[in-house]
């Protein structure tokens, strides 16, 4: 019996580079998954529904491996945030969240090594932004150019600074993918991160 391979389904840099952490082998594949929200989703659902959707399509083009499938959705007055993409947009999104508090929903789903078994969690992240002006915010996204993420701030890098106060279970999920959950996924699927290092 072969030895399960981790594969991280997602094409994100931010998510590889989080794995990369764990000092694990693995190997990346693009779900191709439509992230278009359902009407009437609240975002918690949409994060939780993506990251099975992407560990599913995954795993079944790689039976017997661990798939790990994650989505992030930002939250504000009940509405989702989107990607950015454009300069415009990010700056609007910025505004709207000066002084604000916004929840990060970071889902996690590993499927495998059996194809009967899966696992879900979402890691909520509340994060309380600084009321800062609109000359700080061009400088910002002039400098970090945070168009693809949501909520259009890096919290990793400069985008630091716009935040006042971030409460969490675990710090990476606001990044992007939630390690300390991740690890004890990766545990019951017969993967131990210590003894693979």
Do not use: N, W
């Amino acid at each position: 019996m072969k030895r399960p391979v981790i594969v991280l389904a997602s094409t994100s840099r931010y998510r590889r580079e989080l794995l990369q952490r764990l000092q694990v082998r693995f190997d990346v594949q693009s779900p191709e998954v439509d992230e278009t929200p359902r009407v009437g989703e609240v975002p918690r659902e949409t994060a939780l529904r993506l990251a099975i959707a992407k560990a599913r399509a995954v795993s079944a083009m790689r039976p017997g491996d661990v798939v790990i499938g994650s989505d992030q959705v930002a939250e504000l007055d009940g509405e989702a945030l989107s990607k950015p993409l454009e300069h415009e947009r990010a700056l609007a999104q910025l505004q709207r969240m000066r002084g604000r508090e916004v929840v990060f929903h970071t889902a996690v789903a590993v499927a495998g090594p059996t194809a009967d078994r899966m696992q879900m969690d979402c890691i909520p992240t509340v994060v309380r932004m600084r009321v800062l002006p609109d000359v700080a915010l061009e400088s910002y996204l002039r400098a970090d150019r945070p168009y693809d993420c949501a909520g259009a701030a890096k919290i990793e890098s400069l985008g630091i600074a716009l935040v006042e106060r971030v409460q969490s279970d675990d710090p990476t999920a606001l990044i992007g993918l939630p390690l300390i959950r991740l690890t004890t996924m990766l545990t019951a699927a017969g993967i131990s991160v210590l003894r693979a290092a």
